[in-house]
């Protein structure tokens, strides 16, 4: 086997490396270069990227597409930039904002791993005949004793990015290869400078790619005007507060903005897309101790059904993207899977992922997630 666990001599083995035109993926694309690996760059264009060439914070933009081509001319590496902008629009921007109009909080880079990145690119690199596909993200796999390869968080904890991968699924990640896993970010950009690319020193990106200056409500209000009918600020003891312009421009657990005098901080707490009314109310209201997920994606060598039975089975999950695993019990009724945080959480809201680790070490394997179909705070449940 080589380093990729292909059984075939380097050389002969074709690589496509997703580059975005940021370091970590230029980084991936020099490292298996260097190692004699056939490889293969491929960049997406995922929207118009006109009014953001000069935006920093945001990838797949116009100058990330020329970086990238820099770069593979310096790797001396041939490269392939594939318009998918309507495709994206399709499969991201509009789910994205369906989302939000229903007065949930999407996670938009979840849904481009899912259907873009893993499916189309997939498809991409396998008419180039490589036999696997690189990425630059922060994970790391590797073969079990069954064959299947399984998915860990990375060595370097501030960039673990296995929260925006939980739905990739088993074929998927047979298929994938995550270089960097195993280093951290401070090694990549030295190995960047040791490599001569001139963006060793270039900015992550920050920003949901397609949002300018990560104004969300915008990209909304185009799509469904109706999103910004005005309605009622409600507090949970049922006074009519104030009104608001819409309830795209509110997400659960916001303290800020929200236009209305009172003496105490509020915070909001649930909003009700069918009645246009945003429900807000103090800190403690936004506890929620247990989710309903949709979508579940698992992939863990027992099957979910199975370690759930019974009382459920204790796992490590995160809520959010910047928090770290807590401890839950997941359980399933019918079809249903339910996860109860052992120690609650403040501010859920639907649409956002519930990812699944088998325990709380800092390389921990993933067992997949699922997305928030419903998230009740106590003072809502019965």
Same mark, same amino acid.
């Given at each position: 086997?080589?380093?990729?666990?292909?059984?075939?001599?380097?050389?002969?083995?074709? *690589?496509?490396?997703?580059?975005?035109?940021?370091?970590?993926?230029?980084?991936? @694309?020099?490292?298996?270069?260097?190692?004699?690996?056939?490889?293969?760059?491929?960049?997406?264009?995922?929207?118009?990227?006109?009014?953001?060439?000069?935006?920093?914070?945001?990838?797949?933009?116009? %100058?990330?597409? #020329?970086?990238? +081509? +820099?770069?593979? @001319?310096?790797?001396?590496?041939?490269?392939?930039?594939?318009?998918?902008?309507?495709?994206?629009?399709?499969?991201?921007? /509009?789910?994205?904002?369906?989302?939000?109009?229903?007065?949930?909080?999407?996670?938009?880079?979840?849904?481009?791993?899912?259907?873009?990145?893993?499916?189309?690119?997939?498809?991409?690199?396998?008419?180039?005949?490589?036999?696997?596909? /690189?990425?630059? #993200?922060? *994970?790391? $796999?590797?073969?079990?004793?069954?064959? +299947?390869?399984?998915?860990?968080?990375?060595?370097?904890?501030?960039?673990?990015?296995?929260?925006?991968?939980?739905?990739?699924? %088993? $074929?998927?990640?047979?298929?994938?290869?995550?270089?960097?896993?195993?280093?951290?970010?401070?090694?990549?950009?030295?190995?960047?400078?040791?490599?001569?690319?001139?963006?060793?020193?270039?900015?992550?990106?920050?920003?949901?790619?397609?949002?300018?200056?990560?104004?969300?409500?915008?990209?909304?209000?185009?799509? #469904? !005007?109706?999103?910004? @009918?005005?309605?009622?600020?409600?507090?949970?003891?049922?006074?009519?507060?104030?009104?608001?312009?819409?309830?795209?421009?509110?997400?659960?657990?916001?303290?800020?903005?929200?236009?209305?005098?009172?003496?105490? !901080?509020?915070?909001?707490?649930?909003?009700?897309?069918?009645?246009?009314?945003?429900?807000?109310?103090? +800190?403690?209201?936004?506890?929620?101790?247990?989710?309903?997920?949709?979508?579940?994606?698992?992939?863990?060598?027992? !099957?979910?059904?199975?370690?759930?039975?019974?009382?459920? /089975?204790?796992?490590?999950?995160?809520?959010?993207?910047?928090?770290?695993?807590?401890?839950?019990?997941?359980?399933?009724?019918?079809?249903?899977?339910?996860?109860?945080?052992?120690?609650?959480?403040?501010?859920?809201?639907?649409?956002? @992922?519930?990812?699944?680790?088998?325990?709380?070490?800092?390389?921990?394997?993933?067992?997949?997630?699922?997305?928030?179909?419903?998230?009740? !705070?106590?003072?809502?449940?019965?």
């Amino acid at each position: 086997m080589n380093s990729l666990d292909i059984a075939k001599r380097p050389e002969d083995t074709r *690589v496509v490396v997703a580059m975005s035109g940021g370091v970590d993926s230029s980084v991936v @694309a020099g490292l298996l270069a260097a190692q004699g690996y056939d490889v293969v760059g491929v960049t997406l264009q995922l929207y118009d990227h006109g009014e953001a060439t000069h935006r920093k914070g945001a990838c797949c933009a116009g %100058q990330d597409i #020329h970086d990238a +081509r +820099r770069v593979a @001319a310096t790797l001396n590496i041939p490269h392939y930039v594939l318009d998918y902008e309507e495709r994206f629009k399709r499969s991201v921007i /509009a789910p994205f904002a369906n989302a939000y109009q229903q007065g949930e909080t999407p996670v938009p880079c979840i849904a481009c791993n899912q259907s873009v990145k893993f499916v189309d690119l997939m498809e991409v690199a396998r008419d180039l005949g490589a036999d696997v596909l /690189a990425t630059g #993200h922060y *994970v790391q $796999s590797r073969r079990g004793d069954d064959g +299947r390869r399984q998915l860990f968080r990375p060595v370097d904890g501030d960039r673990d990015q296995t929260y925006f991968l939980f739905a990739t699924t %088993q $074929s998927q990640l047979d298929y994938l290869r995550f270089p960097l896993g195993g280093m951290s970010k401070a090694a990549v950009r030295e190995m960047a400078r040791e490599m001569g690319l001139e963006i060793a020193e270039k900015h992550d990106s920050q920003d949901i790619c397609f949002v300018p200056q990560g104004k969300y409500a915008d990209i909304i209000r185009k799509m #469904h !005007p109706e999103a910004v @009918a005005t309605g009622e600020i409600v507090h949970l003891d049922g006074r009519v507060l104030g009104t608001h312009d819409g309830i795209v421009n509110y997400t659960i657990g916001q303290r800020k903005g929200l236009g209305v005098a009172a003496g105490e !901080p509020l915070y909001v707490i649930k909003l009700e897309h069918k009645t246009c009314r945003v429900i807000v109310g103090p +800190r403690e209201a936004l506890k929620t101790h247990t989710v309903r997920l949709r979508n579940v994606n698992w992939l863990g060598a027992t !099957p979910l059904a199975e370690l759930s039975a019974g009382n459920g /089975a204790p796992v490590e999950v995160k809520v959010r993207s910047t928090r770290g695993p807590q401890p839950a019990v997941i359980q399933m009724q019918g079809d249903e899977v339910f996860v109860t945080l052992v120690s609650g959480e403040y501010g859920i809201s639907p649409g956002q @992922a519930c990812v699944f680790y088998a325990d709380d070490t800092a390389t921990s394997e993933v067992w997949g997630g699922g997305f928030i179909a419903e998230a009740v !705070p106590q003072v809502f449940a019965a």
